[in-house]
C-alpha cells in the first residue's frame, strides 16, 4: 500500500502542462519555456513515483523532492494566476519576470549552483533516487529468484507426493477390487458360520453347497421313490386299461419331475462352482499383480503395458473352469482383440 501524499506533492499532479499555451494570452504566452516546463515536469513525476511508492527511499530524499516540487509549483502558479490584461499595463514586466526566472532557475539546476554560488542538488536527489530505485529492484530481483527457485523445489516435491499418492492410490485399488472378487468367490462356495456348541469349528457353506446338498437330498429320495413307487403309486391289474395307462403315466411323470430336479440342482452346483472359480482366479490375478509389477522397471512401459494387458484379459474374459460344457461355446471377443480393433479403425 502507498503512503499518504504530502499537499506539495498533491498540488503538483494537478499540474496542466497546457495551460502554458492558454490562448487567452495570445502572444504573451509561455510557449518559449514550454519544452524546458515539461521537461522538469515528467523528471519530477518520474522521481515522486520512486519516492512515495518505495518505502525503502529515505526521509531526507523525500523531503527534497518535496522542496524542488514546490518550486516547480510556484512557476506553476504564477503562470496559472497570471493576468495579461494587468500585466498590459505595466508593460508585460511580470510576464518576462516570470520567463526569466524560470529560464535561470532551469540553467542553474543544470549548473549545479546560482549566481550566488548556492548549491542546486536536483539532480543529486534524481541519480539518488534512481541509484536507491535500481538497487532495490536489485534486492527485489533477487528475492524473486530465490522465491521462483523455491517454488520449483516445491513443485517438485509435490509432483514427489502425488506421484505416491497416486501408486498408494492404485495398490489400494488393486486391494480393494481382490477384496470384492474374494467376497463374490465366498458367496458362490464358501460362507462361514459357527454353531454355539462348537465355537473352535467353522463350517462354511456358500450357493454351491446349497445347491449340491439339495441335490442329494433329492438324490436319495429318488432312489426311494423308485424303490416304493409301487406303495406309492400302486398299480391294479384289474383296474381298467385307461386307469392303468393314467398310474402308469403318474409314475412317469413323479420320477421325471425327480430326476429334473436333481439335475436341476447339480447344474446350479456347477454354475455356482465356475462363478467360484472365476472369481478366485481374478482375486488371484490381482494379488499377484503388485508382485509382478514391483519387479519389472518403471522405465519399461512396454512391458508394463503388456502385464497390463494380461490382467485384464485374466479378469475380463470368461476362462473354460470344467464345471460348464464348452460346446459351442461363442465367447465374445477377448478385450485383446477388441483393443486390436479398436486401433485398427483408426
Given at each position: 500500500m502507498s503512503m499518504d501524499l504530502p499537499q506539495q506533492v498533491n498540488t503538483f499532479k494537478e499540474i496542466d502542462p497546457e495551460i502554458l499555451l492558454n490562448p487567452d494570452f495570445g502572444t504573451k504566452n509561455f510557449g518559449s519555456i514550454k519544452p524546458q516546463f515539461d521537461e522538469f515536469h515528467q523528471l519530477i513525476s518520474e522521481m515522486i513515483d520512486i519516492a512515495f511508492e518505495d518505502k525503502k527511499i529515505p526521509q531526507g530524499i523525500r523531503n527534497q523532492i518535496i522542496t524542488i516540487t514546490q518550486e516547480f509549483n510556484n512557476f506553476y502558479e504564477q503562470i496559472k494566476s497570471y493576468s495579461i490584461d494587468q500585466d498590459g499595463n505595466q508593460q508585460f514586466r511580470q510576464h518576462q519576470n516570470i520567463i526569466t526566472n524560470f529560464n535561470n532557475w532551469y540553467n542553474w539546476t543544470y549548473l549545479g549552483a546560482d549566481n550566488q554560488n548556492k548549491p542546486k542538488n536536483f539532480f543529486n536527489v534524481y541519480n539518488t533516487c534512481k541509484s536507491l530505485a535500481n538497487q532495490n529492484l536489485s534486492e527485489d530481483h533477487t528475492k524473486l529468484k530465490k522465491l521462483l527457485k523455491d517454488a520449483q523445489k516445491d513443485k517438485s516435491d509435490i509432483e514427489t507426493i502425488l506421484g505416491e499418492l497416486r501408486k498408494k492410490s492404485a495398490d489400494k485399488t488393486v486391494v480393494d477390487y481382490a477384496n470384492i472378487f474374494k467376497q463374490q468367490a465366498e458367496k458362490y462356495s464358501g460362507f462361514s458360520f459357527r454353531l454355539k456348541p462348537w465355537k473352535d469349528k467353522k463350517i462354511s457353506i456358500g450357493i454351491a453347497e446349497y445347491w449340491v446338498s439339495l441335490a442329494l437330498v433329492l438324490g436319495i429320495g429318488l432312489v426311494f421313490a423308485i424303490k416304493y413307487l409301487t406303495d406309492i403309486f400302486p398299480l391294479n391289474s384289474t383296474d381298467n386299461f385307461e386307469i392303468r395307462i393314467i398310474q402308469l403315466l403318474t409314475r412317469f411323470a413323479f420320477i421325471s419331475f425327480?430326476?429334473?430336479?436333481?439335475?436341476?440342482?447339480?447344474?446350479?452346483?456347477?454354475?455356482?462352482?465356475?462363478?467360484?472359480?472365476?472369481?478366485?482366479?481374478?482375486?488371484?490375478?490381482l494379488n499377484s499383480y503388485k508382485l509382478f509389477l514391483a519387479s519389472v522397471d518403471r522405465e519399461d512401459t512396454t512391458t508394463r503395458n503388456a502385464l497390463m494387458m494380461e490382467v485384464a484379459k485374466a479378469i475380463y474374459e470368461a476362462g473354460n473352469t470344467g464345471y460348464i460344457s464348452s460346446k459351442n461355446d461363442s465367447r465374445p471377443p477377448s478385450i485383446i482383440e477388441m483393443t486390436r480393433l479398436i486401433k485398427g479403425s483408426k
Amino acid at each position: 500500500m502507498s503512503m499518504d501524499l504530502p499537499q506539495q506533492v498533491n498540488t503538483f499532479k494537478e499540474i496542466d502542462p497546457e495551460i502554458l499555451l492558454n490562448p487567452d494570452f495570445g502572444t504573451k504566452n509561455f510557449g518559449s519555456i514550454k519544452p524546458q516546463f515539461d521537461e522538469f515536469h515528467q523528471l519530477i513525476s518520474e522521481m515522486i513515483d520512486i519516492a512515495f511508492e518505495d518505502k525503502k527511499i529515505p526521509q531526507g530524499i523525500r523531503n527534497q523532492i518535496i522542496t524542488i516540487t514546490q518550486e516547480f509549483n510556484n512557476f506553476y502558479e504564477q503562470i496559472k494566476s497570471y493576468s495579461i490584461d494587468q500585466d498590459g499595463n505595466q508593460q508585460f514586466r511580470q510576464h518576462q519576470n516570470i520567463i526569466t526566472n524560470f529560464n535561470n532557475w532551469y540553467n542553474w539546476t543544470y549548473l549545479g549552483a546560482d549566481n550566488q554560488n548556492k548549491p542546486k542538488n536536483f539532480f543529486n536527489v534524481y541519480n539518488t533516487c534512481k541509484s536507491l530505485a535500481n538497487q532495490n529492484l536489485s534486492e527485489d530481483h533477487t528475492k524473486l529468484k530465490k522465491l521462483l527457485k523455491d517454488a520449483q523445489k516445491d513443485k517438485s516435491d509435490i509432483e514427489t507426493i502425488l506421484g505416491e499418492l497416486r501408486k498408494k492410490s492404485a495398490d489400494k485399488t488393486v486391494v480393494d477390487y481382490a477384496n470384492i472378487f474374494k467376497q463374490q468367490a465366498e458367496k458362490y462356495s464358501g460362507f462361514s458360520f459357527r454353531l454355539k456348541p462348537w465355537k473352535d469349528k467353522k463350517i462354511s457353506i456358500g450357493i454351491a453347497e446349497y445347491w449340491v446338498s439339495l441335490a442329494l437330498v433329492l438324490g436319495i429320495g429318488l432312489v426311494f421313490a423308485i424303490k416304493y413307487l409301487t406303495d406309492i403309486f400302486p398299480l391294479n391289474s384289474t383296474d381298467n386299461f385307461e386307469i392303468r395307462i393314467i398310474q402308469l403315466l403318474t409314475r412317469f411323470a413323479f420320477i421325471s419331475f425327480l430326476i429334473y430336479l436333481v439335475t436341476f440342482c447339480f447344474k446350479q452346483y456347477s454354475i455356482s462352482k465356475h462363478l467360484f472359480t472365476l472369481n478366485k482366479h481374478r482375486q488371484n490375478t490381482l494379488n499377484s499383480y503388485k508382485l509382478f509389477l514391483a519387479s519389472v522397471d518403471r522405465e519399461d512401459t512396454t512391458t508394463r503395458n503388456a502385464l497390463m494387458m494380461e490382467v485384464a484379459k485374466a479378469i475380463y474374459e470368461a476362462g473354460n473352469t470344467g464345471y460348464i460344457s464348452s460346446k459351442n461355446d461363442s465367447r465374445p471377443p477377448s478385450i485383446i482383440e477388441m483393443t486390436r480393433l479398436i486401433k485398427g479403425s483408426k
